[in-house]
Each structure stands twice: as C-alpha cells, then as structure tokens.
C-alpha cells in the first residue's frame, strides 16, 4: 500500500538536513562564543544603576545641542534619500533585463546594488567620514550610497514584472526609446517608486539617527557625546527623542501612504 | 466634420501636468535649501575626493598577511556566532510573543501589551540598543547578541502574528470542534497554516542578523564591526578594504543560501 506523502524523499532529506544544520551551527556558536562570565555578576546592578542614572532627564542639553542636530538628522535622512533616488534610476534601469539586454550590464549593475545593500550605513559612514571629514556631509552620502541597493533592487524588479502592452503601443507608434521611458515605463513604475522611497526614507530617519556614533553628524553625535561624558541623563533625552522621531516618522508615513497610494 | 477632426489633432497626447511640475520644483528647491544646512558645498565635494584619492590609494592593495587573515577570521566567526544565537534565540522568544499579539487568538488586552512590546522593540536601531547592553553586561559578543535578540522579536513577531491573523479559521474551529484544549487547537490547528511563513521570516532575519552583526562592534558589540573599527581606527586602510570584501562576499553568500532556503521552505 502507498501512503501519501507531501514531500518528495530528496525534499524530506533537505529539509532534515537543514535542521540539523541549524542546531549543529546554534551548538558550535554556545560552545564556542567568548563570554566573559565576571561582567555577567554585576549585570543587574549595572542595569538598575544605568536607569537610576538617567533619570530625571536633562532637559538642558535640548536646547545645547539637541534641537539642532535633531534638524540635521531630518536633513541628512531626506536629502541622503533624494540623492538615492536619483542615483538609482540609472543603475535599476541597467539591472532590469527588460530595458538593457546586455548580460554583462546586468552583472555590473546587480553587483553595484549587491554591494551597496551588504554594507552596512554605519561602515558607510566611517568611509566616507574618512573622507570628507566629520559632519553632516559624510552622513548624507553614506545614506545614499546604503540605499542605492535598496531602492535599485526594488525598481528594477518593478521595471522587469512590467505588462508590455503600453510599451509596445509607444513603440508602434514610433516614438524613441527616451519618450518609450518618460511615457511608457514611468508612469506605470512611479506608484512603486514614490512608495519605496517613502518606505526608505522611514528606515533612513532611524538609521541618520545612529550615523553620528561615527562622526557623521546628526542626533547620533549628541548621543555620542553625552555618552563618552557619562552624563546618562543627557543619554536619557536623546534617547527619548530618537524614540519621538521614529514614532513620528512612522505615523506620518503610514497616513502619506494611506492617503496618496 | 471638419471641425471634427481639427479639434482632435490639436489636442496634445500627452497635457503638460503643472502638479507635477511644481512638485518637482518645490523637491528641487529643498534640495538647494537642505544642501546649505548641511554644508554641503561643491568645494567642500572637490576638497574631498582629493582626500579619497588618497584614502584609496592607502587602501590599494588589500592586505592579505596571514596574521592579518587571522584576525579577519576571528572576528568574522564571531560575527557569525552572533547572528546564529542572536537568530535561534529570537526565534524562541518570537513564537509565543507572536501568538500573544495575534488579535484573533488572545483577548484584546493581551494582544495590545504584546503589540506594545513588539512596538518597543522595534523602534530602537539595533546600535542604540548595544550601547545599551555594553552598558548593561559588559564588552564583548554577548552585548550583541542580546541587541540582535531584540531586533529579532521585533521583526519575527510582528510578522508572525500578522501571518496568524490573516490564516484560515475554519481548520482552527474543526479541531476546538473535536474538543482540543489550547495547547492542541495550536499545534493542530495553527500551526500548520502558518509554519511555513515562519520558517521564511526567520531565516530572513538570519541574513539581516548577520548584516547587522557586521555593525553591532563599532559600539562594542564584538563580531568583525570590532575588528574593522580597530583598524580603522589605527589607519590601517588596507585591512579595511580586506575586510570590506570579506563582508561583502558573506553576505553575497548569504543573501543566495537564503533566498534558496526561503524557496525550498514554501
């Protein structure tokens, strides 16, 4: 007699073997990872004592540096998210197989959104820092060049799952290839587009936030200062304000894309 | 008939939008007026890839010493320590946290602590919240373990409970119908219905756990983010663009073994 099974025996042996791989790589990492077990004694005091220290909260220090570098945070997040934008069009339109039927462009654009997306905002930061110095400007280009892959990846797939059928229309009646993407392709993409960038530019306000650990400007260098003072009651404000944003950020978004997408 | 046929050629195909146009305008214009908050000046762009040229130049070539690959080696397994454990733990904690925030299981009371839990968790960077952690159990690996740990239970819950809201009732209402307890209407009834997607979150999360851990080091968190912020710091660029690669290349591997997983796993 058969007995009905869901999955094929090569499917069976996979899945098994997956998990056995995971809980062989979950027990090699306990055994192995370095702990420290004296920090480990005092970790609650640390803990009670790393609250009992922030509060009452430092509402000083918001008008010393906080209010400002706040600005350059929403700064650097919106322009870093434009100039992401705008650089990867061009890369999303050589990845997409549809518009460039070139193999080899393809390769260079997938491995230029592959590359930016597996560095990480803040490993951006410290170059360009390197670079152009402390400041906002470093935080802003890192922005960019981190979400160039995000943006880029998201496009060119919005590009490649296209219906042809406007385009073919365009191309019937004669129009060149620069009309073919102003008015074919664009106005079919642009809903994906503006909702990707508004859905990046929520991620890049947190991330701008922790770019200043680094030197990169924004609120990260008042949290980056009152940290190496161990004034952890001006920690507690920063804090406190980078969790406002967020929440703020995130509730603005969801009511721009209830409303406009 | 005449007329007719004049008025449709003189329409335009395609008007001119002045929304649009305006918008367009209006985005251009704060992009000058951001650019001046910032300081962000030609000059300054100019200065800096003068600055870049010679950064690169100390970065070329990469060095690949054998004491040098060691190190890179060291932290690189450390990094990947972290996001196993930081993955399997957050996966154990996810699952009843995801239940408990699933509105169409639990009473509304204990569906919104949870949500507010989730919400918690989910609005710090895992950075600030290894700062925290440093703070709290010292330097070293195990601070990032936990912020990734956090990260990880914002993530998975979230969609996990969002995937148990949007499953089928029906199948759960046959097995309450044999009188199943709780504990049995879950692994009889819930489960099966939303394992598969679970199964996708986490192993998504384990990519970005492994991205993330490339960072967490930077603030003390341990992992390869501490070996290149070390280097960094003492100037030694071409260590940096070694390990800069040596990510770059485990991710790439990462992001195909994952992808392939989340394919096999639907």
Known sequence: MRRWRRFTPAQRIGRALTYVLAAVAVVWSLRTIEVIPEFLYDAPEQTA?????????????WGEMVAEALVETFHTATL??????????????????????SATLNLVAKFILVSSRSVNSLIWALLFVAIFG???????????????????????EALEEMPRGPLEALAAAGAPRGAILLKGYWPQVEPSFWSV??????INIRESAVLGLVGAGGIGVALDTALNNLYWDQVGLCLLVIFAVVVATEVATSAIRSRII | MDRLVSAATARTPFPA??????????????????????????????????????????????DF???????????????????????AA?????????????RNLMPGWVSWTARGVIALCRSFHPVITA????????????????????????????????????????????????GAGFFNVLVMGVFPQVIARFIGFCVYQLDSNLRNSTMVGIVGGGGIGATLFTAYQRFDYDFVLTILLAIIAVIMVAEVVSAQLRKAFQ
């Open chain 1, 49 to 61: 004592d790393l609250f009992r220290r922030m509060w009452p909260i430092d509402w000083s220090f």
């Open chain 1, 80 to 101: 870093g998210t434009i100039i992401a934008l705008a650089l990867s069009v061009p890369v999303a339109l050589l990845a997409a197989r549809n518009i460039t039927p």
């Open chain 1, 134 to 156: 402390p400041g906002a400007l470093a935080g802003t280009l890192a922005i960019a060049f981190r979400s160039i892959g995000f943006v880029g990846k998201l496009l060119a």
């Open chain 1, 197 to 202: 960038a508004l859905f990046r530019w929520d």
């Open chain 2, 17 to 62: 939008n002045w929304t649009a146009r305006a918008l367009w305008t209006a985005l251009a214009l704060y992009v000058l007026y951001a650019c001046g908050i910032l300081d962000v000046s030609w000059d300054r762009f100019v200065r800096g890839l003068d600055n870049g040229a010679r950064f690169l130049g100390r970065m070329f070539p990469p």
């Open chain 2, 65 to 87: 010493s054998a004491q040098k690959l060691d190190l890179l080696k060291v932290g690189m397994l450390e990094s990947m320590q972290i996001a196993v454990l930081s993955t």
């Open chain 2, 90 to 102: 957050g996966i154990v904690l996810s699952l009843p946290l995801g239940l408990l925030a699933a």
């Open chain 2, 131 to 178: 700062i925290l952690f440093v703070k709290a159990v010292g330097f070293g690996a195990l601070a990032g373990v936990l912020a990734l740990v956090v990260a990880s239970m914002g993530f998975i819950s979230k969609l996990f409970a969002e995937a148990i809201e949007e499953m089928s009732l029906r199948q759960v209402e046959a097995v309450r119908a044999t």
